[in-house]
Structure formats: C-alpha cells, structure tokens
C-alpha cells in the first residue's frame, strides 16, 4: 500500500514536473519567437539604414564632386567679370607658345589698361567702377575670336589671339579694341565714358618665350601710357632699348640717392619794380657722374615708380633748410618754397614729416611755402584739406601751383587756406598773342585779389612779359629773365651781386 502510495506520488511528481518544463519550453519558445522577430525587425532597420547610409554617401560625393568643379572653375575665372583670370591666361599662353614652337603660327598678345581708372572710381564711386570693369570685360570676349580674353587684376586686362597671321591684322585689333573701347557705357540712368591703352606684342616675330612676349607687349603698354589716353602700341626694337635705358637710370638713381648725387638747385622769385629777390624755389637736380646735370622731368618719373619720392624728398628738404636757413636768418631771403607731389600728398602723414622736418633743422616754419599742384586736390579734397589744415596750423604757406593747366576747380580755391597761385608758364606764354588771352590771365588776378590770395607769375622770359604783368597788378615774378635755376654757390653770388647793384643804384 505504501507502495503504492509512494509509487503514485512518484508519478504525480513526475507529470508536475513535466508540465513545468513543458511550460518553461513553451515559454522560451514564445520567448525566442519574440527575440528573433525583434531580430528579424532590427535586421531589417538595419537594412533600411545602410542603404539610406548607401545613398547619402553617394549623394554627397556627387556634391563634393561637384563643389570641387566648381573651385576649380573659380580658381581659374575672375569673380567680377568671369573672365579668365590670370593663371588661366598665363597656362593658355604658354600652351599656345609651345604649339608654335612645335609646329608654326603665331600668338599675339594685347595687354589692355584702363585709363585714368581711379577717377572713375574716385568721381563715381566703385559701383560705377565695378560696372566699367565688367563692361570692358564683356566686350573684349567679344572681341577676342578664337582667343582668350583675360582679367589680370585691378584694371589690367589681356587677349591672346591664335588665328591673327600678319602683324597688320594685330594693328587692327588693337585699334579696334581702343575703338570699341571708347564708346560710352551705361551706368543706372548716366552715361559714363572710359578710354583704354593697348600694347601688343606677338611671337616669334617679338619673343622667344610666353615671358618675353609679356615683357614686350608691357613696354608697349608704356610707351602708349605714354603717349596719352587711348592708343595703341606695338612692340618695336626703340621700346626695347629705352625700356632698358630706363632700367639702367632706374637702378643708378637707387644709387644716386645714396651718393648725394640729387641735389637743390634753386631758382630766385623776385617781388616788385626792384626786382628784389625775395625767395628761392628749390628744384631738383642730379648731378651724374657721366651724364652731367639730368633735368627732373626725366628722374622724377622714375623716382615715382621706384617709390623713392619720400626719400628724395626729405634729403633735399634737408638740405635746403641747411643752405637756405642762415639766409633767412640774415635777412637776405625771406622764404624758401618747397614742391610736394600728389603721392606724397596722398600718402598722409605729409604735414607731419614736415613738422619733423622743420624742428630738426630749426628752419622757421613762417619762411616755408609748400607747393601742391591741383591733382592733389581734386583726388582727394577731404585728406588734402586736413594736410593743408595742419601745414597752416604750423604756420607753413601753401601755393597751388601750374595754375592754368589743370581744371582749375575755382570753387575748391575758395574753400582751402591757400595763400599763394603760381601762374603756370603756358599762360605766361600767351599773354602776348592777344586780348582773349590776357584777358584770361585778367580774369585769374581778378579771382585772386578777391579771395585775397597772392600771385605768382612763373617762365618770365622777356621785358614784355613782365612789364604787362606789372602794369596788370601781379608784382611777384618767377623766370629765366630773373635767373635761372643755380646750385647753391651761384644763387649765393646772384644775391651779393643783386645786393651791390641794389646798394649803388638806391
Ligand atoms: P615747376 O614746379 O613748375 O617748376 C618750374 C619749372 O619751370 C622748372 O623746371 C624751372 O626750371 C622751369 N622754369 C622756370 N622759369 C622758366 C622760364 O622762364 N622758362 C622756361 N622755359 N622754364 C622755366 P624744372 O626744374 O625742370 O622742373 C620741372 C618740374 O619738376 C617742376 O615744375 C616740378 O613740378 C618738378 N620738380 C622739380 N623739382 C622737384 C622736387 O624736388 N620735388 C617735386 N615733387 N617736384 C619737383
Ligand atoms: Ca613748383
Ligand atoms: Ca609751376
């Protein structure tokens, strides 16, 4: 019985027993169902997500592709005007360069410069600028041809032509570029104009090398700079030679300033029917070791390009103020009238450099005459009034000086603390020729004496002249008829001489 009890007992464990791990097995399965549908569900996500993965990488190499391109492109365009930049030019002309080499033909390059550019920019502002250069632009492409139409940077541009065969053809792109040029462009509501200088150069008549032709057309380019606005020049053996001529002056002036070689010479103004000398103007000289005395029209040019005005300009006021000084002191003179020109104007920082100037040399502030020319004015009346400004605060006169050349803007005069007008000598010429003329040279004395600015008649070459200029009220005189610029030891004795003439005729 007890047997079978434990026997039965037995058996009823062993269904419980089966039952829980017929259970337990259901629910693992259940369980396992579910993980491998989660699985199944994760797998599938993750399917979906590496091909959205698949497409976007694909995507954004097409962009990337795409953005590359484009810098590409940018690199070698200019973002104002789209037109090939300068890299793009130079990698087309020495492509174009190596082909004639290999085979034949011809590759003329046109360096084109906008003329006086910075007026437009300066009397328009840039936007009318920045529409010359684009227009410039668009109608070189379509003057181009075949060939390439560049913009070099600021207002310098340039066309290379492959199909031009003679240099007659050359000529008469050139001149149609100038031509086509010239035709006034429209700018919002206005009409504005502009002119360009073109200087061409082609290989192999001109150059060996993509370089050289650059180098050639550029000396084209400054002979027709030159020569005025709107020209066009081709290369020729003459510009060669003088470009080098120039080099060569450029790099002994480098020099020449070092060696004291530029020095003042100076050109005595006299005031009243004496004559009396009164004051000095200093005029630059350079006194070359082989060419003997060179006139400033020809180095100052180059003193300009070479940024060696400043420079040139401090030895010399120095120098002056040395010489001139003890003069002041002693009666003998009463001032000393210094010229600046325009880029030292503009550069700033002029009424300053003379402050310096003026307390290391001790020289009297009241004794100096500044002479500016009327560019410096008209580029930049705002900066040039506030040097003119301070020049006077330091008790420094101005003198406007070539009057009569320029555009001569009456109603700036009125407003700038100018004490002095230097009478250009191309007016001075005139007066003989006849009414009209004087009646100019009148008319300027007139406006003078009312804005109560003194005159001073330049290039007085004959007793007429300045006999008419007295009688007309303008009593300070500047001219070969006087003296004519000296060095110093001559000026000396031309006022011992003055000053015994002087003493036994009074
Ligand atoms: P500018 O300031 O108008 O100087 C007067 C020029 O006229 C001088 O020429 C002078 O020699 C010349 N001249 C004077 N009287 C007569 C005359 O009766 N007849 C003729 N035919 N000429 C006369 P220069 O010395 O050759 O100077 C030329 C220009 O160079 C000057 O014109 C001035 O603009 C510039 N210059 C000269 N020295 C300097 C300088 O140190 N600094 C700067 N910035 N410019 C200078
Ligand atoms: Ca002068
Ligand atoms: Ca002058």
């Known amino acids: 019985m007890k047997t079978d009890e434990s026997g039965q007992g037995q058996m009823d464990r062993l269904l419980r027993r089966l039952e829980r791990e017929r259970r337990a097995r259901a629910q693992a399965e259940t369980l396992l169902e579910e993980r491998s549908r989660q699985l199944y569900l994760a797998n599938h996500e993750l399917a979906l997500l590496a091909s959205a993965l698949e497409q976007r990488v694909e995507e954004r190499t097409q962009e990337l592709v795409a953005e590359r391109e484009r810098a590409v492109a940018l690199a070698r365009q200019d973002?104002?005007?789209?037109?090939?930049?300068?890299?793009?030019?130079?990698?087309?002309?020495?492509?174009?360069?190596?082909?004639?080499?290999?085979?034949?033909?011809?590759?003329?390059?046109?360096?084109?410069?906008?003329?006086?550019?910075?007026?437009?920019?300066?009397?328009?502002?840039?936007?009318?600028?920045?529409?010359?250069?684009?227009?410039?632009?668009?109608?070189?492409?379509?003057?181009?041809?075949?060939?390439?139409?560049?913009?070099?940077?600021?207002?310098?541009?340039?066309?290379?032509?492959?199909?031009?065969?003679?240099?007659?053809?050359?000529?008469?792109?050139a001149k149609s570029i100038v031509e086509t040029l010239k035709q006034p462009y429209a700018f919002g509501a206005r009409s504005l104009s502009i002119a360009v200088s073109v200087g061409h150069a082609s290989l192999p008549d001109h150059a060996n090398s993509s370089a050289e032709l650059m180098r050639h057309a550029d000396m084209a380019l400054f002979a027709s700079k030159k020569a005025g606005r709107a020209t066009a020049t081709a290369f020729s053996d003459d510009l060669r030679d003088e470009a080098e001529e120039r080099r060569l002056l450029e790099l002994e002036l480098v020099l020449a300033l070092d060696r004291g070689e530029i020095?003042?010479?100076?050109?005595?103004?006299?005031?009243?029917?004496?004559?009396?000398?009164?004051?000095?103007?200093?005029?630059?000289?350079?006194?070359?070791?082989?060419?003997?005395?060179?006139?400033?029209?020809?180095?100052?040019?180059?003193?300009e390009e070479r940024k060696l005005l400043g420079a040139m300009f401090i030895s010399l006021f120095r120098q002056a103020c040395r010489e001139i000084g003890p003069l002041i002191s002693a009666g003998k003179l009463s001032y000393?009238?210094?010229?600046?020109?325009?880029?030292?104007?503009?550069?700033?920082?002029?009424?300053?450099?003379?402050?310096?100037?003026?307390?290391?040399?001790?020289?009297?502030?009241?004794?100096?005459?500044?002479?500016?020319?009327?560019?410096?004015?008209?580029?930049?009346?705002?900066?040039?009034?506030?040097?003119?400004?301070?020049?006077?605060r330091l008790g420094v006169r101005i003198a406007l000086d070539d009057f009569g050349t320029g555009y001569s803007n009456i109603a700036s005069l009125s407003r700038l603390p100018i004490q002095w007008l230097k009478l250009d000598r191309s007016l001075i010429a005139r007066i003989g020729d006849g009414h009209v003329e004087q009646a100019i040279v009148r008319a300027v004395l007139d406006m003078a004496r009312a804005l109560h600015i003194d005159v001073v008649a330049e290039g007085i070459e004959t007793e007429r002249q300045a006999e008419w200029l007295i009688s007309a009220g303008c009593r300070r005189h500047q001219g070969y008829l006087y003296g004519r610029p000296t060095p110093f030891d001559a000026l000396r004795d031309f006022l011992s001489s003055h000053a015994i003439k002087h003493a036994s005729t009074g």
């Open 79 to 173: 973002q104002l005007t789209g037109l090939a930049n300068r890299r793009n030019f130079n990698d087309f002309l020495s492509a174009a360069c190596s082909r004639v080499w290999a085979r034949s033909g011809r590759v003329s390059v046109f360096l084109v410069d906008v003329d006086d550019f910075k007026h437009i920019n300066d009397a328009h502002g840039h936007e009318a600028g920045d529409a010359a250069l684009t227009e410039v632009a668009r109608r070189l492409s379509c003057l181009s041809h075949s060939g390439l139409a560049a913009r070099l940077g600021g207002d310098e541009f340039a066309v290379v032509c492959i199909d031009l065969a003679t240099e007659e053809q050359e000529k008469a792109l």
């Open 263 to 303: 020095v003042p010479w100076y050109q005595p103004i006299v005031e009243g029917a004496g004559r009396t000398p009164k004051g000095v103007e200093v005029l630059a000289r350079w006194n070359h070791p082989l060419r003997g005395v060179v006139l400033p029209s020809l180095f100052l040019p180059l003193a």
């Open 336 to 392: 000393l009238s210094v010229n600046a020109s325009p880029s030292q104007f503009r550069a700033g920082g002029f009424a300053a450099l003379i402050q310096l100037l003026l307390q290391e040399t001790g020289f009297p502030p009241k004794a100096l005459v500044v002479e500016i020319t009327e560019d410096v004015i008209m580029t930049d009346l705002t900066r040039a009034t506030r040097e003119i400004d301070e020049l006077t």
